[in-house]
């Protein structure tokens, strides 16, 4: 990867804190986007120590209206920002008898409207250039929602979709795009007790993780599940589902339905 300015959301902790310290190691300039700015002036005074990197901080709530606008603005307009991780997120959301609709909006806003917007600021600008990179953090949920809660692996599902579509318009112009697939992994968007009843078989440390998902971005993969041991699992997942598009819009109904339409 060339040395280049990334853009992290969600930088302040977890996921978006380790690939500010990955990409920083790798050269890379960074602009760190979450709300708690301490937690980001220690970071970036850190990094701009360790590695001798550029480290500014955006602090913003993607969740609200002007914060999503100030970043939406600083990807649309910064020439030097080639790249984006797009993983501010939260879960947690309970079941959904007892859903908290503030909650649940906040969700949204943040795990699905703030990752479409941020992506769509940068895109023209990368897709002008011919380069630069754009990394999606979606779930494993994406791929089992009715393992989890209703409302959060939906979010996922929405940016698994979205990471594809994105791929599929912007590879052509020369710009990366990567959807990242963790399963459970070691970080504060678990409550730890929880995280006590969860074999620890199934559980990746964060910085594995993370070093996992850039690896995957340096094999050159579209979408890259850390945990899964054989690539060739994933891809025979999306070829049965390739296989359903011829005949996924047809002018009849099937025979099953009974409608003896000629
Ligand atoms: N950990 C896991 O098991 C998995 C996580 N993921 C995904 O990875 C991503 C990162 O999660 P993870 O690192 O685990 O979670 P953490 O809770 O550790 O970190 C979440 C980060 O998002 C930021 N954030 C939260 N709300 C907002 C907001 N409104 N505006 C801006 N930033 C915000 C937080 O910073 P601050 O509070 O300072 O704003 C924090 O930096 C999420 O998208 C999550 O869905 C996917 C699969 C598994
Ligand atoms: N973020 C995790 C759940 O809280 C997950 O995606 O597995």
Do not use: C
Request: glycine content about 8%; overall charge negative.
């Amino acid at each position: 990867m060339s040395k280049n300015t990334f853009l992290v959301t969600g930088a302040s902790d977890g996921i978006g804190a380790v690939y500010a310290d990955r990409l920083a190691r790798r050269g890379n300039n960074l602009v760190l986007v979450a709300r708690r700015a301490e937690k980001l002036a220690a970071l970036a005074e850190r990094l701009q120590k360790d590695h001798g990197v550029t480290v500014e901080v955006l602090p913003a709530d993607l969740g609200a209206a002007e914060g999503l606008v100030s970043v939406e603005a600083r990807l649309r307009e910064d020439a030097a920002i080639t790249g984006l991780v797009n993983n501010a997120g939260i879960a947690g959301e309970g079941m959904i008898i007892e859903l908290d609709p503030t909650y649940v909006t906040g969700m949204i806003n943040l795990n699905i409207l703030a990752v479409t917007r941020l992506a769509a600021a940068i895109a023209p600008r990368l897709a002008a250039a011919g380069h630069g990179t754009i990394i999606n953090i979606t779930s494993v949920t994406a791929l089992m929602p009715a393992a989890f809660t209703a409302v959060y692996p939906a979010t996922k599902a929405f940016v698994l979709a979205f990471t594809e579509a994105l791929q599929a318009q912007l590879s052509p112009l020369g710009v990366r795009v990567q959807g990242v697939l963790p399963g459970i992994t070691r970080t504060a968007i678990w409550e730890e007790e929880k995280l006590q009843t969860i074999p620890a078989s199934m559980v990746m440390d964060v910085e594995e993780m993370v070093d996992a998902a850039l690896a995957g971005l340096d094999l050159g993969e579209v979408l890259t599940v850390p945990a899964l041991p054989e690539m060739a699992d994933l891809q025979t997942f999306l070829a049965a589902r390739d296989a359903l598009r011829p005949n996924l819009s047809l002018a009849h109904a099937a025979v099953r339905y009974g409608l003896n339409v000629k």
